[in-house]
Nanobody
Framework: VQLQASGGLVQAGDSLRLSCAVSGRPANFYIMGWFRQPPGKEREFVAAITKRGSTTAYADSVKGRFTISRDVPKNTWSLLMNILRPDDTAIYYC???????????????????WGQGTQVTVSS
């Protein structure tokens, strides 16, 4: 199973949508999320959603600006990023977990499958 997403270069205030697609054998993911690693910093949680869409979680720094969504039949999930800021610049990773018993969507240890990462650069 592989996860793939594509980022880009945008200006501050712009919007960008990241989408994560699953390739390989059919996957049954219960949680889907996004993490990011800013330059010189550790990887951090951004947003997550459960398979049924009943629960979402966001980092405080993106709440109100970013929206996560998922398309279960297509096995894809997206991150719509609005009002981007230079401090949103990072490598963004999509991730997924198969456990139906995940308790903390913000914990990267709950995710067993990761994409390769995609660069998002926000210029001022």
């Amino acid at each position: 199973v592989q996860l793939q997403a594509s980022g880009g270069l945008v200006q501050a205030g712009d919007s960008l949508r990241l989408s994560c697609a699953v390739s390989g054998r059919p996957a049954n993911f219960y949680i889907m999320g996004w993490f990011r690693q800013p330059p010189g910093k550790e990887r951090e949680f951004v947003a997550a959603i459960t398979k049924r869409g009943s629960t979402t979680a966001y980092a405080d720094s993106v709440k109100g600006r970013f929206t996560i969504s998922r398309d279960v039949p297509k096995n894809t999930w997206s991150l719509l990023m609005n009002i981007l800021r230079p401090d949103d610049t990072a490598i963004y990773y999509c991730a997924a977990g198969r456990s139906p018993y995940s308790t903390d969507l913000r914990d990267e240890n709950e995710y067993g499958v990761w994409g390769q990462g995609t660069q998002v650069t926000v210029s001022s």
